[in-house]
């Protein structure tokens, strides 16, 4: 049949045969193992901070945001798991970044089932444009330096919150700067213990010994206890979030995702991470969790080391360490709860300091300058229009600009 034809050729074909028990016993190995590890790790302690912040100035419940962390890891731990076994590459699908944080200001006029519906549409608008194979098309409508501005607009608050965790916390903020720091500039002393991981350490060191762990704050549930969202259509939620939403997950997140493992040497299947990043977005919105994407630093740090062919060990170990982190998110929610602001704020700003720092790379270091930097001052305004939230008008604001003032450059890239 010619429509099951194209079907076939657009979604790509899992390998085979199918791995067996066997096969992932001799496959597995301690390299991939620890490999698995480290990027559970990393997903589950600065990015969580991300959540942890956003959800506390956007005045969720614990409830929910243990709801939120559950579907982040338990939901997209399934998905990584199956992705890795069916093409036997390092595949991890965990959560937007940037998606999370536009989330905060949003709340500030929405309300939370609001913006379930926003994440619901955007999980359709994704699984369509999949399962069209319009996808390379839709990455490149918005050129790539006015996308990275408005990262860098929205990630410039958590830099600012990192400095004045310094400025409020000192005994709890300045340790873990220093031990970041020191861990970043010794690379071999730094590829032992991780500088974020360094940093959470130190920082939870600090907070115990200074007496203001308070965990009596937070409930006493350990496992998870999905609340179920109900969303609730929006025009102005939906005209808000679920553009930005969606670039965010195929420009920013799946962009940075593909190109990690293809420069580790693998061939992603970007219509098939696509259709499935649209389906578990939907998926995940049901428990109040933002858009799923192919994440970049956890591939990156699953496809490291060891053999290309027995990298996707690494992900299904990774997939199931974050099934289980899922499991118990109220006992981890609630263990971050109970540090005081400036561990969560220091730990969020430092894990996001690197990619706040290639955002600005990406935004201004090459083509459409101005148009990134009218992309950048509106967002960073953060002033809502028509109750539209300021990293929408930011990248219509930018792409006009450099339409009108900046035409060269659209050819220059098609080029």
């Known amino acids: 049949m010619p429509g099951s034809a194209v079907h076939e050729h657009l979604l790509e074909r899992p390998v085979r045969p199918l791995a067996g028990p066997r096969r992932l016993l001799q496959d597995a190995g301690g390299v991939y193992a620890a490999n698995g590890l480290i990027g559970l790790v990393f997903a589950a302690t600065g990015p969580v901070a991300v959540i942890l912040a956003v959800g506390a100035q956007g005045g969720l419940s614990q409830q929910e945001l243990a709801s939120w962390i559950f579907g982040a890891f338990f939901l997209n731990g399934v998905l990584t798991v199956v992705a890795c076994w069916l093409y036997r590459q390092p595949l991890a699908f965990f959560w937007t970044i940037p998606g999370t944080v536009l989330v905060g200001p949003a709340l500030s006029h929405l309300s939370w089932p609001q913006v379930v519906g926003a994440f619901v549409a955007t999980g359709v608008l994704v699984l369509l444009l999949g399962l069209s194979g319009w996808v390379r098309r839709a990455m490149a409508v918005v050129p790539m330096p006015i996308v990275m501005a408005m990262v860098a607009g929205i990630f410039l608050r958590f830099g600012i919150d990192l400095v004045h965790a310094l400025r409020d916390d000192v005994m709890i903020a300045v340790p873990m700067v220093l031990v970041f720091l020191l861990l970043s500039a010794l690379p071999s002393l730094g590829r032992r213990v991780p500088p974020i991981i360094g940093a959470l350490v130190v920082g939870a060191v600090a907070v115990v010994v200074s007496g203001r762990f308070s965990p009596a704050v937070a409930g006493g ?13 929006s025009l102005q939620a939906m005209v808000e979030l679920v553009v930005p939403l969606a670039i965010t997950v195929l420009v920013v997140q799946n962009g940075q995702g593909i190109a990690v493992l293809r420069s ?32 970049g630093p956890t591939n990156a740090l699953l496809a490291a080391s060891g053999e290309r062919s027995r990298q996707y060990t690494a992900g299904i170990t990774c997939g199931l360490l974050a099934m289980l982190f899922g499991l118990f998110s109220p006992l981890f929610t609630s263990a971050m709860l109970a540090t005081p602001p400036a561990f969560i704020a220091a730990l969020g700003g430092l894990a996001l300091l690197r990619v706040l720092q290639a955002s600005f790379v990406a935004a201004f270091s090459t083509r459409f300058t101005l148009g990134a930097l009218v992309t950048f001052v509106v967002t960073v305004a953060d002033t809502a229009v028509l109750n539209v939230g300021a ?23 098609r080029s």
């Not at 693998?266 to 109040?288: D, E, F, M, R, Y």
């Not at 930011?394 to 659209?410: C, T």
Request: hydrophobic letters at 50%.
């Open 391 to 413: 990293a929408f008008w930011g990248l219509l604001a930018g792409l006009a600009v450099s339409g009108l003032l900046e035409r060269p450059d659209f050819s220059s890239g």
């Open 221 to 233: 549930e350990w496992f998870a206890a999905p609340v179920l969202q109900a969303p609730e259509w």
């Open 264 to 295: 580790a040497g693998h061939t992603p299947p970007i219509n098939v991470a696509t259709v499935a990043c649209g389906a578990w977005s939907i998926l995940t919105a049901v428990v109040g969790t933002v858009s799923t994407c192919l994440t």
